[in-house]
């Protein structure tokens, strides 16, 4: 089992930032992809993005390029996803999932077996 859990999260004005951690515990293996979902109030689950832990590569969507920054703590198993230049249509909340690999498939919920509990994200005008 792997076991993940956001912290961050809250309320900010549009044009602030946040940063939300993501962190990966359990039987994880050497390598494994851990991206963040968004879902806004009366939507749909959307991928925002993805990094390949002990690989290479990261993945962000193109609603959230240049504003929006994926990274990671190695040693601690953390993922961070660093909100810039927010707007209200990024209130949502979001969870972090993990699977084997970041491939073609990285922005498709449906290929994810493990998830965070989610933390709310609310932006005001």
């Known amino acids: 089992q792997v076991q993940l859990v956001e912290s961050g999260g809250g309320s900010v004005q549009a044009g602030g930032s946040m940063r939300l951690s993501c962190t990966v515990s359990?039987?994880?293996?050497?390598?494994?992809?851990v991206t963040w979902f968004r879902q806004p109030p009366g939507k749909g689950r959307e991928a925002v993005a993805a990094?390949?832990?002990?690989?290479?590569?990261?993945y962000l969507a193109d609603s959230v390029k240049g504003r929006f920054t994926v990274s990671e703590d190695n040693a601690r198993n953390i993922v961070d996803l660093q909100l810039d230049s927010l707007k209200p249509e990024d209130t949502a909340i979001y969870s972090c999932?993990?699977?084997?690999?970041?491939?073609?498939?990285?922005?498709?919920?449906?290929?994810?077996?493990?998830w965070g509990q989610g933390t709310q994200v609310t932006v005001s005008a």
């Open positions: 999932a993990s699977k084997t690999y970041c491939d073609i498939d990285w922005d498709d919920p449906l290929k994810y077996a493990y």
């Open positions: 359990g039987r994880t293996y050497r390598r494994y992809c």
């Open positions: 990094l390949f832990h002990g690989g290479e590569g990261t």
